[in-house]
């Protein structure tokens, strides 16, 4: 009973066999066959490999929500070299809840040179063109992303000679944890004080032939510190023409939870917008020389998650490009040859003219006419018996 259960379900897969072999007598093979399989095989394999490259590669996909987070807060990163002495100038953050974050609270004051080494120049001069770049393309962003905690292009390559003259900068360098409402970081003449209404300035005691406030930003960013990505106003340098310079930068903070293959952190992208003027009181231009950063948080966060094609998707895909390419070149390569037949037989039937009683002239009893074959239309001829005798 078990050899009999076994040949019906034998005899029932060879009934439901979808793919069922031709006869090798049935077989006929030709060099145009070979060479259209050829060009089918060549084109497959190219497909293929550009298929897969596309499955490797991943895209950006940006999505958009209501932050909803205002009581956590905020890291502040800052790395800034002011050309004045470390103790002329200081630096703290005031915001709209009239909180006060003093420098001390997590800035460093190093004394250092302003100018920077050739080695540093040609970082500075690098940077600064990534940075043009990324304003024209702005599809390089998602390259950045990509790239995270792979690279630590941003941070400034130590200084690789001893300068001969004294320090006559001041690098403020470190981090500030800072509420998320808008406020103002500002570096100005003097130390702050805490003040009822406000804060102010030690700025009495600093002669005004010192004022300089040429500076230049390495770095400076929002929420974690991210080797690889390069924030807005990373490279940029300002030389003062004036001693009563006021340097303003309106920075617009956009929350973003980076998602990607190497990181998952939040991250703070923003905008700037820069002004900059002489402090001259009798010309209506007023205010208090220094460099300003007013920065404000948008209410939308940005969710960047790297996306990718699945792996179900991907083998779809191929199986349309092989089975796609046999169904096409098949049937390209059999329309090719039902008109060469065609062409043919009427070239033949070109050479003689049919007479009314069916010979052919100079060959009597003749015959042209055209079988249905497997290809097409095919030439036949019929011969008499006496013209096959001679």
Not at 175 to 188: C, P, R, S
Not at 197 to 208: C, E, F, K, N
Not at 214 to 234: A, C, V, W
Not at 308 to 329: A, M, N, Q, S, Y
Request: aromatic residues 8%; contains cysteine; proline residues 4%.
């Amino acid at each position: 009973m078990r050899r009999l259960n076994r040949k019906k379900t034998l005899s029932l897969v060879k009934e439901l066999d979808a793919f069922p072999k031709v006869p090798e007598s049935y077989v006929e093979t030709s060099a145009s066959r070979g060479t259209v399989s050829l060009l089918a095989f060549s084109a497959m394999a190219l497909l293929t490999i550009m298929e897969f490259l596309v499955y490797r590669d991943t895209w950006m996909k940006y999505e958009y929500e209501v932050d909803k987070d205002f009581s956590s807060k905020l890291r502040l990163n800052i790395d800034i070299t002011v050309a004045m002495r470390c103790q002329y100038i200081g630096a703290d953050v005031l915001d709209l809840a009239e909180t006060m974050i003093t420098s001390a609270e997590g800035l460093v004051y190093e004394p250092v040179t302003f100018d920077l080494s050739p080695q540093q120049r040609e970082w500075q001069r690098m940077l600064q063109q990534i940075q043009n770049r990324l304003q024209e393309e702005l599809s390089l962003q998602d390259l950045l992303f990509k790239s995270a905690m792979k690279s630590s292009v941003t941070a400034l390559p130590p200084r690789d000679d001893t300068p001969t003259e004294p320090p006559n900068a001041c690098r403020i360098h470190g981090h500030l944890e800072i509420n998320k409402v808008a406020g103002n970081f500002h570096i100005t003449v003097g130390k702050a004080i805490p003040h009822p209404r406000g804060h102010a300035h030690l700025a009495a005691l600093v002669s005004h032939d010192s004022y300089n406030f040429s500076h230049r930003i390495d770095h400076f960013s929002f929420g974690e510190l991210l080797p690889g990505i390069i924030n807005p106003l990373d490279g940029t340098e300002k030389i003062a023409m004036d001693s009563n310079q006021m340097y303003q930068y309106f920075i617009t903070i956009v929350p973003t939870k980076l998602n990607t293959r190497k990181v998952y952190c939040d991250h703070h992208q923003f905008s700037v917008t820069e002004r900059e003027r002489v402090i001259n009181h009798a010309t209506g231009s007023h205010g208090v020389s220094g460099i300003f950063m007013k920065y404000d948080i948008s209410s939308l966060m940005v969710t960047v998650t790297e996306d990718h094609i699945p792996l179900w998707k991907f083998l779809v895909r191929l199986c349309g490009i092989i089975g796609g390419i046999f169904t096409t070149t098949g049937m390209i390569h059999g329309l090719a040859e039902f008109f060469i037949d065609l062409i043919c037989c009427r070239l033949k039937l070109g050479v003689y003219r049919r007479h009314e009683d069916g010979h052919v002239d100079g060959i009597p009893g003749l015959f042209l006419g055209f079988t249905q074959g497997k290809r097409g239309l095919l030439c036949s001829q019929v011969l008499s018996p006496a013209h096959i005798m001679r």
